[in-house]
């Protein structure tokens, strides 16, 4: 469902989609008399709770629901704010907590359950809120268009937005804990390339439901737009749980992580997440230092693009007229930026799809499904040839990413503007892979060694580790909003109609840097 949650981290949503992998042999050789350590065909079952997504459309979508019940744009913008706080100081809770837990139904499902059914009432409550308030109020003979009764529908959607933010958190850790834990680690980079094909799914589909009329579909239930996107999301969020969790056997490790309190308080969570971050493996240390860079640049993009697109479909003099942000843009610039993200998303998820034959994994001792075909059909020539491998090729689509924002020196049309957005298509799709292959086989492969040695009193949590990613990237995401504040007051200042642009270009100087840093990662 990462095309249908509304709130951004990156615009986040979490993509809740049930797919399925090839079984490869020897699947189970590093269990180690360990449970059953389930294969990447059956985890990949499981919805993807990821944070990185690209959906201009639902998220415009979300804003105009907000802008219609009478909040203004500007605090419109302040509302977002809440999913990357929510990212920086939910989810490393809930890593820590699901580490210590002792459930007997698991570490990491009831964390998920919970942020499912949260996610599900945030949902639902967010899109009917303004009918449910105004029922309240006539209830108690009140004037629903009142200031007062206008405020309160406005406070409790905020309330919701809130909700909903940190709903998604347990349920995006666990997910990706999940796929960490019950993975081998000479799978970890293809359960990677699969969840972010699942991603790229979602966000089409997200593009679809967006251009369609879904009130059409659903005639007789009177529901707007925003009313359907999130009955859908719901839908998906509880089918794809529930089969997840029905389906996974978690690993047990009630044995396996030292639990010095079984109630711990904020000091001790923050003493836990200081000794994973500086315990946890080097590799990992350096992909988060990467990431913080890498989101610093990719948040003007995400958020922006919609409108750098439509910025060259209307009169470029209407620009001027923005104050604190981007010029609002007419329904058809929307669309015409929307379809040019769908390019985007398309791109994307084909360079995902690909990903078995342009990158090389060291950890990979089986050929892919696609691989064996190609070598069947007597074109083993596009399967044996020298490839980049996670590291390399992830430095290589930063410095792509940062070519094309700095091309905005040179587009002047709607159609090169598209055209740099369906390039920009490449690098995300190794946004959505690279690090969190990275990451697992890290994990993956600590834990093993751990194993052998039987002291599993220092194994680092998954859990942990997972909400430490989030916060380097998160946290960066907040600094990008100020600083393209800053641009575009600045763009304005001296009476440019170029802000969009140039916050674009700025994103182009951080993937330098994220470029950089990835390049000090060995293969």
């Given at each position: 469902?990462?095309?249908?949650?509304?709130?951004?981290?990156?615009?986040?949503?979490?993509t809740l989609l049930g797919?399925?992998?090839?079984?490869?042999?020897?699947?189970?050789?590093?269990?180690?008399?360990?449970?059953?350590?389930t294969s990447v065909h059956d985890t990949l079952l499981l919805p993807d709770g990821d944070d990185e997504g690209d959906d201009d459309d639902n998220n415009h979508e979300a804003s105009q629901f907000l802008v219609s019940l009478g909040l203004s744009k500007s605090l419109t913008a302040l509302?977002?704010?809440?999913?990357?706080?929510?990212?920086?100081?939910?989810?490393?809770?809930?890593?820590?907590?699901?580490?210590?837990?002792?459930?007997?139904?698991?570490?990491?499902?009831?964390?998920?359950?919970?942020?499912?059914?949260?996610?599900?009432?945030?949902?639902?409550?967010?899109?009917?809120?303004?009918?449910?308030?105004?029922?309240?109020?006539?209830?108690?003979?009140?004037?629903?268009?009142?200031?007062?009764?206008?405020?309160?529908?406005?406070?409790?959607?905020?309330?919701?937005?809130?909700?909903?933010?940190?709903?998604?958190?347990?349920?995006?850790?666990?997910i990706r804990a999940f796929i960490v834990e019950n993975c081998p680690a000479h799978q970890q980079s293809q359960?990677?390339?699969?969840?972010?094909?699942?991603?790229?799914?979602?966000?089409?589909?997200?593009?679809?439901?967006?251009?369609?009329?879904?009130?059409?579909?659903?005639?007789?239930?009177?529901m707007t737009q925003f009313q359907a996107l999130c009955l859908i999301a719901s839908l998906s969020v509880i089918i794809t749980v529930i089969l997840s969790c029905s389906w996974i056997t978690e690993q047990s490790r009630r044995q396996t992580l030292p639990v010095s309190q079984k109630h711990p308080g904020l000091a001790e969570i923050s003493r836990d997440l200081i000794r994973t971050y500086r315990h946890m493996p080097v590799k990992i240390q350096k992909v988060c230092h990467v990431q913080f860079c890498a989101?610093?640049?990719?948040?003007?993009?995400?958020?922006?693009?919609?409108?750098y697109v439509g910025e060259h479909y209307k009169d470029p003099a209407a620009a001027r007229h923005s104050s604190m942000g981007p010029h609002p843009l007419s329904p058809d610039a929307?669309?015409?930026?929307?379809?040019?993200?769908l390019l985007f998303a398309i791109v994307a998820l084909l360079t995902n799809i690909g990903l078995?034959?342009?990158?090389?994994?060291?950890?990979?001792?089986?050929?892919?499904?696609?691989?064996?075909?190609?070598?069947?059909?007597?074109?083993?020539?596009?399967?044996?040839?020298?490839?980049?491998?996670?590291?390399?090729?992830?430095?290589?689509?930063?410095?792509?990413?940062?070519?094309?924002?700095?091309?905005t020196f040179f587009v002047t049309s709607q159609v090169g503007a598209t055209v740099l957005i369906g390039i920009a298509g490449l690098s995300w799709a190794f946004m959505l892979w690279a690090p969190f292959a990275i990451i697992g086989e890290e994990i993956s492969t600590r834990h093993l060694s751990v194993r052998a040695d039987g002291d599993r009193s220092t194994e680092t949590g998954a859990g942990a580790i997972v909400g430490i990613h989030n916060i380097a990237t998160s946290f960066p995401q907040i600094i990008a909003a100020v600083i393209c504040s800053g641009i575009f007051w600045l763009a304005q200042a001296v009476g440019s109609d170029e802000g969009t642009a140039w916050v674009l270009r700025a994103g182009g100087c951080a993937a330098l840097g994220a470029a950089y840093l990835t390049s000090k990662l060995k293969d």
């Open positions: 469902m990462s095309m249908l949650l509304n709130a951004p981290e990156a615009e986040q949503r979490a797919h399925e992998l090839e079984p490869t042999e020897d699947e189970n050789d590093e269990n180690d008399g360990d449970p059953r350590e509302v977002w704010i809440a999913a990357p706080l929510c990212g920086v100081v939910i989810q490393p809770l809930a890593g820590v907590l699901s580490d210590r837990s002792q459930s007997r139904w698991g570490q990491r499902r009831p964390f998920i359950v919970a942020g499912a059914l949260g996610i599900t009432v945030s949902m639902l409550a967010l899109s009917w809120v303004q009918e449910v308030i105004h029922a309240f109020i006539k209830v108690f003979r009140g004037d629903p268009q009142s200031s007062a009764s206008r405020s309160l529908v406005v406070v409790i959607a905020v309330f919701w937005i809130y909700a909903l933010n940190i709903s998604i958190q347990p349920l995006q850790g666990g359960a990677s390339a699969w969840a972010s094909r699942m991603v790229g799914f979602g966000n089409l589909v997200g593009y679809i439901s967006g251009f369609s009329a879904l009130p059409r579909m659903f005639l007789f239930t009177g989101w610093m640049g990719w948040f003007p993009f995400l958020f922006y693009s919609t409108t929307i669309r015409i930026g929307t379809s040019a993200n078995p034959l342009l990158v090389r994994d060291s950890k990979k001792d089986y050929d892919t499904w696609l691989e064996r075909r190609l070598s069947s059909r007597g074109l083993s020539r596009f399967v044996n040839y020298p490839r980049l491998g996670i590291p390399r090729a992830w430095t290589c689509a930063h410095v792509l990413y940062a070519l094309t924002m700095f091309a």
